[in-house]
């Protein structure tokens, strides 16, 4: 059993629900150009880090990603923290995506795919 907090919200997760976490770091360099083939690259003091998640939930409550989607659109931090205990620290949500598989006839999915991207947010 693995766990995803981000902020109220906890997702438990069975095996492979979990697909991908993709973590991505930005150094930024300003580049001054010099006669000859040889620039000078200075670091500008600043970085980005993003994370990429994706996750294939099957879901007992329906209202769950909604309540959580509502919460998104209010564009606040999350405070995350991973199941085995790595603590993110606070994120902001850059994009949300639902797929939702196998619609029953009153309009309830099966099975749902959630891509977030992430970013971290430094106070």
């Given at each position: 059993?693995?766990?995803?907090?981000?902020?109220?919200?906890?997702?438990?997760?069975?095996?492979?629900?979990?697909k991908?976490?993709?973590?991505?770091?930005?150094?930024?360099?300003s580049?001054?150009?010099?006669?000859?083939?040889?620039?000078?690259?200075?670091?500008?003091?600043?970085?980005?880090?993003?994370?990429?998640l994706?996750?294939?939930l099957?879901?007992?409550?329906?209202?769950?990603?909604?309540?959580?989607?509502?919460?998104?659109?209010?564009?606040?931090p999350?405070?995350?923290?991973?199941?085995?205990?790595?603590?993110?620290?606070?994120?902001?949500?850059?994009?949300?995506?639902?797929?939702?598989?196998?619609?029953?006839?009153?309009?309830?999915?099966?099975?749902?795919?959630?891509?977030?991207?992430?970013?971290?947010?430094?106070?």
């Open positions: 059993m693995f766990y995803l907090a981000l902020g109220d919200f906890k997702f438990r997760l069975k095996q492979a629900q979990l991908t976490i993709t973590e991505k770091l930005i150094l930024p360099f580049e001054i150009k010099r006669i000859g083939n040889h620039p000078a690259f200075f670091d500008s003091g600043k970085f980005e880090e993003s994370l990429e994706e996750l294939d099957i879901l007992q409550k329906q209202r769950t990603l909604e309540d959580f989607k509502k919460q998104v659109k209010q564009k606040k999350f405070f995350m923290v991973l199941g085995y205990g790595e603590i993110i620290g606070e994120v902001l949500v850059e994009s949300y995506t639902l797929k939702k598989e196998s619609i029953l006839p009153n309009g309830a999915s099966l099975s749902q795919t959630l891509n977030l991207s992430l970013k971290k947010y430094y106070r």
